[in-house]
């Protein structure tokens, strides 16, 4: 049985930071290329960040510069450091494993308002 829990969003004031982490069970992590996607209200779900199973990672534009994602695959774990928050951060963030197939997460919620 696979799962992918989040942990790490809630209430952040303009410019502050969060860390959010995905735990993976299941799977074979290390071969799984992670993501994370958000989804802001009346919005469609967007890719946020990337990472595969050799490290290489890929960033949406608007958080370039301000968003790193990592990942420790011996505790099965990927990580999105987010800097820099704006409100138009806000959104329900969701882990992503594909390998295929394609595995998400219940989504963690993050709000940057002051």
């Known amino acids: 049985q696979v799962q992918l829990a989040e942990s790490g969003g809630g209430l952040v004031q303009p410019g502050g930071s969060l860390r959010l982490s995905c735990a993976a069970s299941?799977?074979?992590?290390?071969?799984?290329?992670m993501g994370w996607y958000r989804q802001a209200p009346g919005k469609q779900r967007e890719l946020v960040a990337t990472i595969g199973s050799s490290g290489s990672t890929n960033y949406a534009n608007s958080v370039k510069g301000r968003f790193t994602i990592s990942r420790d695959n011996p505790k099965n774990t990927v990580f999105l450091q987010m800097n820099s928050l704006k409100p138009e951060d806000t959104a329900v963030y969701y882990c992503q494993a594909d390998y295929p197939p394609t595995y998400w997460g219940q989504g963690t919620q993050v709000t940057v308002s002051s």
């Open positions: 299941g799977i074979i992590f290390r071969i799984y290329t």
